[in-house]
């Protein structure tokens, strides 16, 4: 089970951090990331973390505004989000996976139930 929380609406400009618990069914997970998406639009990876090594990958445009993390202590991983954008406002889901190749992919098999994040102006 993965709960995500601390999303909430924010300037343009602002910064978020959001965090998502772990149970303990998903701890043979080799990769967790950050998935979004808005309505209308595809869900995209916003951000994932290798957990063998810890290596973390973003896909371009988040490069430099995105930063994930994760305490193994609470199990817990984290998303920071900088200088957000209007276009970065979607729900944003916490994703977990055991597979060795997970690195590559976006079907992850646990998903928590997401948490909204809303960029004003």
């Known amino acids: 089970q993965l709960v995500e929380s601390w999303g909430g609406s924010v300037q343009a400009g602002g910064s978020l951090r959001l965090s998502c618990a772990a149970s303990?069914?998903?701890?043979?997970?080799?990769?967790m990331a950050w998935f979004r998406q808005a309505p209308g639009k595809e869900r995209e990876g916003v951000a994932a973390?290798?957990?063998?090594?810890?290596?973390?990958f973003y896909p371009d445009p988040m490069k430099g505004r995105a930063s994930i993390s994760q305490d193994k202590s609470t199990n817990t991983l984290y998303l920071q989000l900088n200088d957000l954008k209007p276009e970065d406002s979607a729900m944003y889901y916490c994703?977990?996976?055991?597979?060795?190749?997970?690195?590559?992919?976006?079907?992850?098999?646990?998903w928590g139930h997401g948490t909204q994040v809303t960029v004003v102006t």
């Open positions: 994703a977990a996976d055991p597979r060795a190749d997970c690195y590559s992919r976006n079907d992850f098999t646990y």
């Open positions: 303990d069914d998903t701890h043979a997970s080799v990769c």
């Open positions: 973390i290798y957990l063998v090594d810890g290596r973390p």
